[in-house]
């Protein structure tokens, strides 16, 4: 299978292979020089060196963000007006006042859909399908790609994990898995609030009274002891342990591991662009982690309910699960703890500076940081939620989770910017542009843009082959 082929259908990839043995030229009449060179810069637009993750879970409504719909019926229309972007054709709502800066680095993809039956109602499920690319459910627990990429391509900093999960809180981040591969892969998670001024990862340094010289004496007799382990079924060996038992030493010992997650070293005023609230200063600290090597990072920045905000502690009243599953009152000033509410209680409205107030602050600032810095070049940036919210406000003035279509963001690594991809109907209920790309597609796309190889597979600890993102091709616009 060559690099176009897995941007293909099955079935695409079948009547390209037809035309090419019927004619002799490549792709729409292209000779074979010019499509080997095509793919040529395919791959070199397409270079990713790390990735990193926003993950706004709980389905974020697109109509009230990326895909404003300003003639969908009075009822059901957002109270957000909607704004022009310095990007022609591309317009947002006013919520993303302040990301409408930096549209000339995004590409806005409206056209996201789930089409798997059983996900839709499941946040779990729906969570684990964003982190794996796989809908959950097969015979086999699909990894995280962020543990795929971990996996085989490690960390550029041998001092730090792969893949880092932060902070990791929520019940959701629980469906994060390393999957069929070894522990070793699993995602490391920072826990608590790195808005908290008294905020460490915790176990980040040896236990008081061992000294580096004295722990890696005992590193060195624990090896000598090491008499091997028993072979998996498929002669191969459990290496397992022994990788993290490496991968620990390195970030018990090596003082950059703290300063990779030690924001006091970054300016007042770099801190105060992000936000100074928990999800401003998750996305900087993701910036920083990328900076410092780590291969693949996954945001899950939702709001606690004992918080802060300006460096300053705050208490987010009725806000008990502050993701974006805005059953109820999604236009709340406030809390949606409404009389008669249901499964929307426990967080804030959508226009809030706990939700949509913080995300267009740290997101603007994330990007335009990133770009200065030069990180653009070579990290992918995802924006992502599981599924979006019904085009129609339910009688508790909320909207419910909707499959059919929804909104992800990209940028860097040779995403094009200034991009919008895809469309919906007036009312953005369903797709009706020709391009439609589901979750497996969003992986593909992730895999291809590190140069992982997926007609390789991987093998489980029984050596059952796997395929990455099996169902998905790399969605060509970002490329």
């Not at 022609?88 to 996201?112: P, Y």
């Not at 498929?234 to 030493?249: E, I, N, W």
């Not at 809390?335 to 804030?348: C, D, P, S, V």
């Given at each position: 299978?060559d690099?176009?082929?897995?941007?293909l259908?099955?079935?695409?990839?079948?009547?390209?292979?037809r035309?090419?043995?019927?004619?002799?030229?490549?792709?729409?009449?292209?000779?074979?020089?010019?499509?080997?060179?095509?793919?040529?810069?395919?791959?070199?637009?397409?270079?990713?060196?790390?990735?990193?993750?926003?993950?706004?879970?709980?389905?974020?409504?697109?109509?009230?963000?990326w895909d404003?719909k300003p003639?969908?019926?009075?009822?059901?229309?957002?109270?957000?007006?909607?704004?022009?972007?310095?990007?022609?054709?591309?317009?947002?709502?006013?919520?993303?006042?302040?990301?409408?800066?930096?549209?000339?680095?995004?590409?806005?993809?409206?056209?996201?859909?789930?089409?798997?039956?059983?996900?839709?109602?499941?946040?779990?499920?729906?969570s684990?399908?964003?982190?794996?690319?796989?809908?959950?459910?097969g015979?086999?627990?699909?990894?995280?790609?962020?543990?795929?990429?971990?996996s085989?391509q490690?960390?550029?900093?041998?001092?730090?994990?792969?893949?880092?999960?932060?902070?990791?809180?929520?019940?959701?981040a629980?469906?994060?898995?390393?999957?069929?591969?070894?522990?070793?892969?699993?995602?490391?998670?920072?826990?608590?609030?790195p808005?908290?001024?008294?905020?460490?990862?915790?176990?980040?340094?040896l236990?008081?009274?061992?000294?580096?010289?004295?722990?890696?004496?005992?590193?060195?007799?624990?090896?000598?002891?090491?008499?091997?382990?028993?072979?998996?079924?498929?002669g191969?060996?459990?290496k397992?342990?022994?990788?993290?038992?490496?991968?620990?030493?390195?970030?018990?010992?090596?003082?950059?591991?703290?300063?990779?997650?030690?924001?006091?070293?970054?300016s007042?005023?770099v801190?105060?662009?992000?936000?100074?609230?928990?999800?401003?200063?998750?996305?900087l600290?993701?910036?920083?982690?990328?900076?410092?090597?780590?291969?693949?990072v996954?945001?899950?920045?939702?709001?606690?309910?004992?918080?802060?905000?300006d460096?300053?502690?705050?208490?987010?009243?009725?806000?008990?699960?502050?993701?974006?599953?805005?059953?109820?009152?999604?236009?709340?000033?406030?809390?949606?703890?409404i009389?008669?509410?249901?499964?929307g209680?426990?967080?804030?409205?959508?226009?809030?500076?706990?939700?949509?107030?913080?995300?267009d602050?740290?997101?603007?600032a994330?990007?335009?940081?990133?770009?200065?810095?030069?990180?653009?070049?070579?990290?992918?940036?995802?924006?992502?939620?599981?599924?979006?919210?019904?085009?129609?406000?339910?009688?508790?003035?909320?909207?419910?989770?909707?499959?059919?279509?929804?909104?992800?963001?990209f940028?860097?690594?040779?995403?094009?910017?200034?991009?919008?991809?895809?469309s919906?109907?007036?009312?953005?209920?369903?797709?009706?542009?020709?391009?439609?790309?589901?979750?497996?597609d969003?992986?593909?796309?992730?895999?291809?843009?590190?140069?992982?190889?997926?007609s390789?597979?991987?093998?489980?600890?029984?050596n059952?082959?796997?395929?990455?993102?099996?169902?998905?091709r790399?969605?060509?616009?970002?490329?």
């Amino acid at each position: 299978m060559d690099i176009l082929d897995r941007f293909l259908s099955p079935r695409q990839q079948d009547g390209r292979r037809r035309f090419l043995r019927r004619t002799g030229f490549g792709v729409l009449g292209w000779s074979a020089a010019e499509l080997v060179l095509l793919e040529q810069q395919v791959r070199a637009a397409g270079v990713a060196r790390r990735v990193l993750v926003l993950f706004e879970q709980g389905g974020v409504s697109h109509i009230d963000t990326w895909d404003p719909k300003p003639d969908a019926p009075t009822e059901h229309r957002s109270p957000f007006k909607t704004m022009s972007t310095p990007v022609d054709g591309l317009q947002v709502t006013e919520l993303l006042k302040q990301s409408s800066a930096v549209t000339r680095h995004l590409t806005v993809v409206r056209c996201m859909t789930q089409p798997t039956p059983g996900i839709g109602n499941s946040h779990p499920k729906g969570s684990q399908y964003v982190l794996s690319g796989e809908a959950p459910g097969g015979p086999i627990e699909m990894p995280d790609i962020g543990s795929v990429v971990a996996s085989l391509q490690g960390s550029d900093a041998p001092h730090l994990p792969g893949h880092v999960m932060l902070p990791g809180n929520s019940e959701q981040a629980g469906v994060s898995t390393p999957g069929f591969l070894s522990a070793a892969n699993t995602a490391f998670r920072t826990g608590g609030s790195p808005a908290d001024p008294k905020w460490t990862v915790p176990n980040l340094g040896l236990v008081g009274g061992i000294g580096a010289e004295r722990f890696t004496e005992r590193r060195k007799l624990l090896a000598s002891l090491d008499t091997g382990l028993l072979p998996a079924r498929g002669g191969k060996p459990v290496k397992a342990l022994g990788s993290l038992m490496d991968q620990a030493s390195d970030m018990l010992t090596n003082p950059l591991t703290r300063k990779a997650f030690d924001l006091s070293s970054e300016s007042s005023k770099v801190r105060e662009r992000y936000g100074l609230g928990h999800r401003g200063q998750c996305y900087l600290l993701a910036r920083k982690l990328i900076e410092s090597g780590v291969r693949f990072v996954t945001v899950d920045p939702r709001e606690p309910l004992n918080s802060y905000r300006d460096g300053k502690p705050v208490r987010f009243d009725g806000g008990g699960n502050m993701n974006w599953d805005h059953h109820d009152a999604i236009y709340s000033t406030s809390h949606t703890n409404i009389k008669g509410g249901g499964a929307g209680g426990g967080r804030w409205g959508i226009g809030t500076w706990p939700m949509m107030g913080s995300l267009d602050q740290a997101f603007s600032a994330l990007i335009s940081d990133m770009s200065d810095r030069g990180l653009l070049k070579d990290t992918l940036v995802c924006l992502v939620t599981e599924f979006g919210r019904t085009p129609k406000v339910n009688e508790r003035q909320g909207r419910d989770h909707w499959t059919p279509a929804f909104t992800f963001v990209f940028a860097g690594a040779g995403v094009p910017g200034g991009q919008v991809v895809g469309s919906t109907d007036k009312e953005g209920g369903y797709i009706t542009s020709s391009a439609a790309y589901t979750i497996d597609d969003y992986a593909a796309t992730v895999y291809e843009k590190l140069g992982i190889d997926r007609s390789k597979p991987l093998h489980t600890p029984v050596n059952r082959p796997i395929y990455l993102a099996a169902h998905g091709r790399p969605i060509p616009e970002l490329f």
